[in-house]
């Protein structure tokens, strides 16, 4: 039997596109292996959002030359986004590659693996949500599932218009009807995935689609990543609040807290319309969880406009936060922009909005103790040492030592008894 060897960098994009590339490769036959050495076909769904994730797949690529020198039968192929901007440059840098497919072109793999020479496929792809596709899912308890692809923002530093094309929502029908079979499946939390989720748009909207979800039997929650603040709605924002499965938590990248960034990034709102929006979720959701995404050192960003930025971490207090060096995407707006910082200047603000806001989720966590929550189970802990582990229903992580018998997809409640800036832990009640 055949085996195949998958490598994923990137976002839960890409994440589930390497389960799409799994179950393309199953249905033909091929089995998992983990160690490249095994493999009769090796994928990279790579990564291009910043040069660290850039580098770092070129170095793995760098070291599966020789193994290909002494299997020339082995296929390898490069996926993802890198694949989609590079296009045929990766031949050209490394022509031991065999495959060279786009995000949008992943359904081309099933043609390609018997075939014999080199092959690109990055055309644009606009039918990729209507292609259905079979999928070899990593967990038995929670399902990331596509609404939407590609991205029509063009925020001034971002890649991801230029590798996952234009905005093409997926029927609803479709997303239901797969929702329906992971349910008979037993899976209880699904994770809609879209680059920004609230402009989803086919036979109804987000709330629409929403609201469809949530009536079907057997799903306990619902999540979505990402939403754009631009485009967060009253009429989402009522429906979040109305809808029993949907779970009490937003990622809603900031950014920065700066109005003049936010308009040299492209990002369409103020710092203002944020925080009001902000603020009606929390009026009308209390219990909500919101997390963000913010960028450090943007060209032309000074140290007043830094100081905004965590200004508006201390007022907004996030329940967490990803930050990130901004890095120079070739091909974007940003990239020609004047006024570049140094690194060193991007390393310094990032460390202080780390340091900022690590204290904040240390404190919002440490309010949970003593309050009773909801948890579904994802995962036991070392054999015999009686752990769980879960999360709430706001998305945060939770140890549970325990001696019952749980398994992973029960849904619990327990006692928080202690918090860290990581995670919880709470007794089963
Ligand atoms: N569509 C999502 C995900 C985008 S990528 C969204 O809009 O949030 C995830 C995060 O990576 C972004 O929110 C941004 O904070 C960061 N990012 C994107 N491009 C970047 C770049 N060139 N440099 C640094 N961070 C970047
Ligand atoms: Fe990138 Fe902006 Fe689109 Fe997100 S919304 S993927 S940050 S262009
Ligand atoms: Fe995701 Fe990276 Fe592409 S973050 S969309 S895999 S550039």
């Known amino acids: ?28 036959g091929y089995m998992k292996t983990d160690s490249v050495q095994n493999a009769d076909v090796v994928i990279f769904n790579t990564c291009s959002i910043r040069q660290k994730a850039e580098q770092k797949f070129f170095s793995e690529l760098g070291r599966i030359k020789s193994l290909k020198k002494r299997r020339p039968d082995l296929k390898i192929a490069v996926a993802g986004c890198i694949a989609q901007q590079e296009g045929r440059g990766i031949l050209e840098r490394a022509p031991y590659v065999d495959y060279v497919v786009g995000p949008q072109n992943i359904n081309v793999l099933k043609d390609i693996i018997t075939s014999q020479s080199d092959f690109v496929f990055t055309d644009d792809n606009p039918l ?51 929702i329906k079979e992971l349910t008979d499946r037993g899976y209880k939390e699904i994770t809609l995935l879209g680059q920004n989720v609230n402009s ?8 629409g689609l929403l609201k469809k979800i949530n009536e079907i039997d057997g799903i306990n929650r619902i999540r979505f990543v990402t939403s754009h603040p631009k485009d967060l709605s009253d009429e989402l924002i009522h429906a979040l609040k109305d809808m029993e499965k949907v779970c009490e938590h937003m990622h809603l990248p900031l950014q920065s807290g700066s109005t003049k960034v936010l308009k040299l990034m492209n990002r369409k709102y103020t710092y203002e319309d944020y925080t009001k929006k902000v603020e009606k979720l929390r009026k009308i959701i209390p219990e909500i969880s919101i997390t963000s995404d913010i960028i450090a ?24 936060i990803f930050a990130f060096k901004f890095s120079p995407r070739q091909g974007t707006t940003a990239y020609n922009m004047d006024g570049r910082l140094p690194d060193k200047v991007k390393s310094e603000r990032l460390y202080e909005i780390f340091e900022v806001q690590n204290i904040i989720t240390e404190r919002k966590n440490k309010e949970l103790k003593g309050t009773i929550q909801e948890i579904l189970i994802e995962g036991k802990g070392e054999k015999d040492t009686g752990r769980f582990t879960g999360r709430t229903r706001t998305n945060k992580i939770v140890n549970i030592p325990s001696e019952d018998n749980a398994e992973p997809g029960d849904t619990i409640t327990v006692k928080i008894t202690r918090a860290g800036r990581h995670s919880l832990e709470g007794d089963i009640l």
Request: aromatic share 10%.
């Open 200 to 207: 989803y748009m086919s036979d109804t909207n987000f709330p």
């Open 1 to 28: 039997m055949k085996r195949y060897y998958i490598e994923t960098f990137g976002c839960q994009m890409n994440v589930h596109d390497s389960e799409k590339m799994a179950g393309i490769l199953k249905s033909e």
């Open 297 to 320: 050192g943007f060209p032309q960003e000074t140290d007043e406009d830094h100081k905004e930025t965590v200004k508006a971490l201390t007022e907004i207090e996030f329940d967490g």
């Open 128 to 178: 990729i949500s209507e292609t259905e596709l079979p999928i070899e899912r990593k967990d038995n308890v929670r399902a990331w599932i596509n609404i939407m692809y590609g991205c029509n923002n063009f925020c001034s530093y971002c890649i991801v218009p230029y590798t996952r094309g234009r905005e093409e929502s997926r029927a609803s029908g479709s997303i239901i009807n797969e």
